[in-house]
Each structure stands twice: as C-alpha cells, then as structure tokens.
C-alpha cells in the first residue's frame, strides 16, 4: 500500500488549499483514511478522518473550516482547508487504516503566513 500526498504550499492567512493523498494497493472507500499535521515542535496530531460510510469526523481546531472528502474513482482523499491561520502550519500526512496495517504517506508541508 502506497500513499502520495500533495497539494501542499504556502499561503496567507484567510487563505485556502487542497489536499491530495492518492492511495495504491488499497481501496480508499474501503478503509478508514485520516489527515494529520505535525507543526514545528510539536506532536503529531489528528486533524480529520472519514469512515468507510463517508461519515466525517474533525479536530475542534479545523472544525468548520477543514473538510474531508474521498473519492473512489481517482482512490483519492482531499483535505480542503479553508480559512487557514498561522498556527495551521505543519507537514501534514495522510493515513488509511486497512485490516492488515496502517499506512502512511510521505507528508506535504504546508505553510500559512501572517
């Protein structure tokens, strides 16, 4: 199982991006995926997952600003973050939770100024 992610960069306060993370050897509509954010000095946190169902679920944080969206054609997972802040500054990862393991991408930074 593979997973790329992208979509990440910088931007100004108020501003928005989209994330990708197009996943291989793994159904994304079958798995649990999940958006997570490492800011600089800080722990890796949970910041947006969607269930098998297509039920969403958000960090208080992102809540009303970040939503998560998947789409079984392209096997891919977006993040649109809308409304971004400085403290949004991070890598931000994707994961899919499969019955065998969990998996992770390789991380896009993305960068909010003020």
């Known amino acids: 199982v593979q997973l790329q992610a992208s979509g990440g960069g910088l931007v100004q306060a108020g501003g928005s991006l989209r994330l990708s993370c197009e996943a291989s050897?793994?159904?994304?509509?079958?798995?649990?995926m999940y958006w997570y954010r490492q800011g600089p000095g800080k722990q890796r946190e949970l910041v947006a997952g969607i269930t098998v169902g297509g039920n969403p679920n958000y960090a208080d944080s992102v809540k009303g600003r970040f939503t998560i969206s998947s789409d079984s054609v392209k096997n891919t997972v977006y993040l649109e973050m809308n409304s971004l802040k400085p403290e949004d500054t991070a890598v931000y990862y994707c994961?899919?939770?499969?019955?065998?393991?969990?998996?992770w991408g390789q991380g896009t930074q993305v960068t909010v100024s003020s």
């Open positions: 050897g793994s159904r994304v509509s079958m798995n649990p």
């Open positions: 994961k899919i939770l499969t019955n065998l393991d969990a998996y």
